[in-house]
């Protein structure tokens, strides 16, 4: 009985393996790949941040648009001053029409100072979030044109 107990120890022994293992492991590959994909990013974020520079410059020169000028249709933006026949200041349309407009376009510019351009939900999200911004105030800006 002694002698089958002595087997089993034995065999239950921790085993002795044989595997090597390389100390030094090739970085290089991996770096370079890296720096692929930051170079890449890079020159997406330029690029989109250049269509977006343009698609905020036409919102912001259509805001502009917002004055009393020779597009506007002054018998809509202008009221006679009574005290003085033939004198005409603005009845204050136009004025709230961009101060309201000018408020909501740079609310939005400041939500996307730090938005990662180069995710392209964020991205196409922010041009149809600008076209948006642009097309609401033509729809006020249209009726007061000549």
């Given at each position: 009985?002694?002698?089958?107990?002595?087997?089993?120890?034995?065999?239950?022994?921790?085993?002795?393996?044989?595997?090597?293992f390389s100390p030094y492991v090739s970085r290089?590959?991996?770096?370079?790949?890296?720096?692929?994909?930051?170079?890449?990013?890079?020159?997406?974020?330029?690029?989109?941040?250049?269509?977006?520079?343009?698609?905020?410059?036409?919102?912001?020169?259509?805001?502009?648009?917002?004055?009393?000028?020779?597009?506007?249709?002054?018998?809509?933006?202008?009221?006679?001053?009574?005290?003085?026949?033939?004198?005409?200041?603005?009845?204050?349309?136009?004025?709230?029409?961009?101060?309201?407009?000018?408020?909501i376009f740079r609310n939005y510019l400041i939500?996307?100072?730090?938005?990662?351009?180069?995710?392209?939900?964020?991205?196409?999200?922010?041009?149809?979030?600008?076209?948006?911004?642009?097309?609401n105030a033509m729809l006020d800006l249209k009726?007061?044109?000549?």
């Open positions: 009985m002694k002698g089958v107990l002595i087997i089993i120890l034995i065999s239950f022994g921790s085993p002795v393996y044989s595997q090597t290089m590959p991996l770096i370079n790949q890296m720096a692929q994909v930051g170079i890449y990013k890079q020159r997406l974020y330029d690029s989109r941040t250049e269509i977006i520079q343009n698609n905020v410059n036409i919102v912001s020169k259509n805001i502009e648009l917002f004055h009393i000028g020779n597009h506007i249709n002054g018998d809509l933006v202008l009221k006679e001053r009574p005290e003085e026949p033939g004198t005409y200041v603005s009845n204050g349309i136009i004025e709230k029409f961009k101060s309201k407009h000018s408020g939500s996307i100072a730090n938005v990662d351009f180069t995710e392209d939900y964020l991205f196409q999200r922010i041009i149809n979030n600008l076209n948006e911004i642009n097309n009726p007061l044109l000549k």
